[in-house]
């Protein structure tokens, strides 16, 4: 039982680095707006201008620190993919600001699992600076029913053993 749940552990583990990599691989935006035009179009109605603004940020290899409240407006988007490229972008911007950091947690119980999953990873690569989210971390896996998303579960057991 031990070797599974290490196998299981490894596999997730593995997950999250190379979701990581992604993350900090630098990659050219693919639109020629300004950041301030971008978060500005990260504010409108239109959905799909909004995940093209999130997704376009969170490619964004200079400093995202002007972008950042728009990215929080967004935390709770409607639509999910807008959410997941704001969490994305969120954890590249490395602003580790008491805003930044809740809205992470906050993501922990989203309805979507790839924002769970984003933000566990980023949470988890933040190290000791996470460690408020220790009890997001547990509360999801002392839930009952147990969440039926078992890789955010283990990605979450992974994060707690490295943050605490």
């Not at 900090?24 to 799909?48: F, G, H, I, Y």
Request: charged share 25%; aromatic share 4%.
């Amino acid at each position: 039982m031990r070797l599974i749940y290490r196998s299981v552990v490894s596999v997730a583990c593995i997950t999250c680095v190379i979701g990581l990599l992604q993350i900090a691989r630098p990659q050219k935006p693919s639109s020629d707006l300004t950041l301030q035009e971008l978060s500005r179009l990260l504010l409108k109605n239109d959905v799909l201008g909004r995940r093209q603004a999130a997704k376009t940020i969170s490619e964004w290899e200079a400093s995202l620190d002007s972008a950042i409240p728009a990215l929080l407006a967004k935390v709770h988007d409607d639509d999910s993919e807008v959410r997941v490229w704001v969490i994305v972008a969120l954890g590249k911007s490395r602003v580790r600001t008491p805003e930044v950091l809740d809205a992470l947690i906050d993501a922990i119980d989203d309805s979507n699992k790839t924002v769970q999953v984003e933000a566990i990873c980023i949470l988890t690569e933040m190290g000791s600076e996470a460690t408020k989210a220790s009890s997001a971390f547990r509360q999801l896996l002392l839930r009952r029913p147990p969440d039926p998303q078992s890789d955010v579960r283990i990605n979450a057991a992974y994060a707690m053993m490295l943050i605490d």
